[in-house]
């Protein structure tokens, strides 16, 4: 059963960071494509980044370039979000999402989700 548990949220004040934490298990972590989306208040799920198995490849949507970076310890079976120059717009739960297999393909499981609020 594969499972997904973020961590590391949490409130900031706008200009600040946070760093978000999933760790996984159940599946063979290494071998897929991760991803982080999100959902703020009131609206869908947005894909927010995806890194690839070996991590050699990253992508972004254009709001967070930039400003968030991704990336995995495969060893730790674990996926990060650093998230730098927190804007209020950036307020909502951020999921980890497994992927597939190939780079960036789309994602199917995600965790319970960590709430992240930029406020002042």
């Known amino acids: 059963e594969v499972q997904l548990v973020e961590s590391g949220g949490g409130l900031v004040q706008p200009g600040g960071s946070l760093r978000l934490s999933c760790a996984a298990s159940g599946f063979t972590f290494g071998m897929y494509t991760m991803h982080w989306v999100r959902q703020a208040p009131g609206k869908g799920l947005e894909w927010v980044s995806a890194?690839?198995?070996?991590?050699?490849?990253?992508s972004y949507t254009d709001f967070v370039k930039g400003r968030f970076t991704i990336s995995r310890d495969n060893a730790k079976n674990t996926l990060y979000l650093q998230m730098d120059s927190l804007k209020p717009e950036d307020t909502a739960v951020y999921y980890c999402a497994k992927g597939e297999l190939e780079f960036p393909g789309n994602w199917n499981s995600r965790g319970q989700g960590t709430q992240v609020t930029v406020s002042s």
């Open positions: 890194i690839s198995n070996g991590a050699k490849s990253t």
